[in-house]
């Protein structure tokens, strides 16, 4: 019988005969006569007046469009109590020295005892102002801002390329950590929350939750318990819930969680038997309030949960683009929903891979979840790629433009101290 | 209108060593024909931003990210792998492609990157920016999907 292994290898032979080489001047010939590839990306790749009067004349209409969105909301039951525009101090930081790569380069940004951290262009960079940068160590891929210090994933010392996880108090100096057992005693995909970074050695994980290192899931912390959402060696969905990130108790699943992680590339959703829907985002308020986003052929529904166990459809209005059904053989991950994030006063939601989402290329600010109204620097390119990220209550929106190079840069808001929760 | 002329012979070489790699990493996560188009379109990409693209640490995982973003810009359905000619079947099932298509993107592209175009793990791992642990992570899962959806193969 021939094996899968041989079969694919054979079936990269095919591939390579079939779509072999590219020769340089496939590459070359348009640009020597400034060409660019057909299709929407040559709008704004180029500086005709054309392209920069429809920029500004999409942005206005962006402007307007989330004012009128919140004002036409404004007689619900929970009303914004002030536009967006005017909840967020932006400051604009340009590229230079001091400053963090642009998107897409910086990857992930956390917050500590008030400072920043953040990895980009594979370096460990570190802030205390989320405004003026340093440059850190190499290697390391920020996973995660914890309480008393900072997680990092890296390779460990023996050469041979192994994931290992990093820890530091501090973000200059870090350790890597090491089990009694000389293992690393963390799933490979790991997310824990608000965690001491001293007590991560002391997390253990069951035998239900697989061996350490081929466990694969997700950890919310609601109120003061953590539930887990991983994967079983069977590649079945579980879940289990526990007060002290040590003794663990399986639950059955909700039936519309589907692939959890892989949610970001989630072609084979609907083949893991739960349903047809896509797990796109969960965001917390508070300390026992979370919410879930699923993404599916019809478009986006928004979940409730106290315990992050049981969980009920919301009753919300979300962005109108994340209502819309994608269209006719559009792949439905590329409506699902990258980034759902928490602040004290609110959550954001940023489409999939902004801007190249027919869901829309503006992030959204809900006080409570009911209304989302435009989230956008004032003077933000439209359609410049940029990303975003959300560190407590500040907001880091990483912005580029082929355009414009002092668009390069980062943009810092924080939320103004009058806003009020609804 | 001619653009000003960045540095041709840099560039070929770099291209030259990289075309391989970025377009083996776009066909395994777009398929073959695309994966290739979409390789051109993003070399295309990094010879006009050249200047900045030869500062990058990582520049053929920079521009793996540009070639797929272009082919969700485009819009299309998800990847198509051709099917097996004829005269292959013997050795490569029929539902082979079809089985690739249903892995999610990271699957498919650790599965097609290892056992089809041979690459090491520590090499998916610094393309797609993650840990060699999580590499292996995702080609187990997907093998153990192939071989589900295949049936009857070891």
């Known amino acids: 019988m021939t094996t899968l292994e041989s079969q694919l290898a054979e079936y990269g032979e095919l591939q390579e005969e079939m779509f072999g080489s590219i020769a340089v001047d496939e590459i070359t010939t348009g640009i020597f006569v400034a060409k660019r590839p057909a299709g929407r990306f040559s709008l704004f790749g180029r500086r005709h007046p054309l392209a920069l009067a429809t920029a500004a004349m999409v942005a206005v209409l962006l402007v307007i469009g989330g004012i009128t969105y919140l004002t036409r909301q404004a007689g619900g039951p ?24 642009y998107y897409p380069n910086t990857y992930e940004v956390a917050g500590h005892d008030g400072g920043f951290i953040a990895n980009g262009n594979g370096n460990i960079w570190t802030s205390t102002d989320g405004g003026t940068w340093s440059r850190g160590p190499i ?4 996973r995660s801002g914890v309480a008393g210090g900072f997680l990092a994933e890296g390779v460990d010392g023996s050469g041979a390329g192994n994931g290992t996880y990093w820890r530091s108090a501090d973000g200059e100096s870090w350790t890597e950590v090491v089990s009694e057992a000389g293992q690393p005693p963390l799933p490979a995909s790991f997310s824990w929350l608000g965690l001491n970074v001293d007590e991560i050695l002391d997390l253990s994980l069951p035998a239900s939750l697989g061996p350490p290192g081929a466990w694969s899931g997700t950890v919310l912390k609601v109120g003061n318990r953590f539930v887990a959402y991983y994967w079983n060696p069977e590649q079945i969905l579980e879940g289990a819930v526990s007060d002290d990130g040590q003794s663990w108790e399986r639950f059955e699943t909700a039936a519309f969680l589907t692939e959890w992680f892989d949610f970001e590339s989630p072609r084979s959703m609907g083949d893991r038997g739960f349903s047809d829907r896509l797990w796109s985002g969960v965001f917390t308020i508070g300390q026992d309030r979370v919410l879930a986003l699923t993404a599916d052929l019809d478009g986006h529904h928004l979940w409730e949960s106290t315990d992050g166990i049981v969980w009920d459809e919301f009753a919300s209005t979300l962005p109108e683009p994340l209502l819309s059904p994608p269209g006719p053989g559009t792949d439905p991950s590329i409506v699902a929903t990258h ?70 840069g980062l943009q810092v808001a924080t939320v103004d101290d009058q806003v009020t929760e609804s | ?60 995982g920079y521009l793996y990210v540009v070639g797929r973003n272009l082919n969700r810009r485009h819009r299309r359905p998800g990847p198509v792998f051709i099917e097996t000619p004829l005269d292959r079947t013997p050795d490569i099932e029929p539902t082979l492609p079809g089985a690739l298509e249903r892995l999610s993107e990271r699957q498919r592209t650790a599965v097609v990157l290892v056992h089809c175009f041979q690459w090491t793990l520590s090499e998916v791992a610094e393309l797609m920016g993650v840990s060699k642990t999580t590499v292996q992570n995702h080609l187990e899962r997907g093998m153990t999907s192939l071989r589900r959806q295949i049936g009857g193969v070891e």
């Open chain 1, 78 to 101: 929970d009303p914004v109590d002030q536009p967006v525009s005017e909840m967020f101090t932006w400051t604009f930081h340009p590229e230079g020295d001091n400053s963090l790569p």
């Open chain 1, 139 to 142: 290697g390391l891929g920020l």
């Open chain 1, 339 to 408: 980034h759902v994030t928490a602040l004290s006063t609110g959550w954001t939601l940023t489409p999939w891979d902004r801007p190249f989402s027919p869901a829309g290329s503006s992030t959204y600010f809900s006080v409570d979840g009911r209304i989302w109204a435009t989230l956008s620097p004032p003077d933000l390119i439209p359609d410049a790629p940029s990303s975003i990220r959300v560190v407590g209550d500040t907001i880091f929106f990483f912005t580029y433009s082929e355009t414009s190079e002092a668009a390069h």
């Open chain 2, 1 to 60: 209108m001619v653009t000003q002329k960045p540095d041709v012979d840099s560039f070929t070489q770099f291209a030259a060593a990289n075309e391989a790699k970025l377009r083996h990493a776009l066909i395994a996560a777009c398929g073959g024909e695309r994966g290739r188009e979409m390789a051109v379109e993003a070399l295309t990409y990094g010879w006009e931003h050249w200047e900045r693209l030869q500062k990058m640490d990582n520049p053929v």
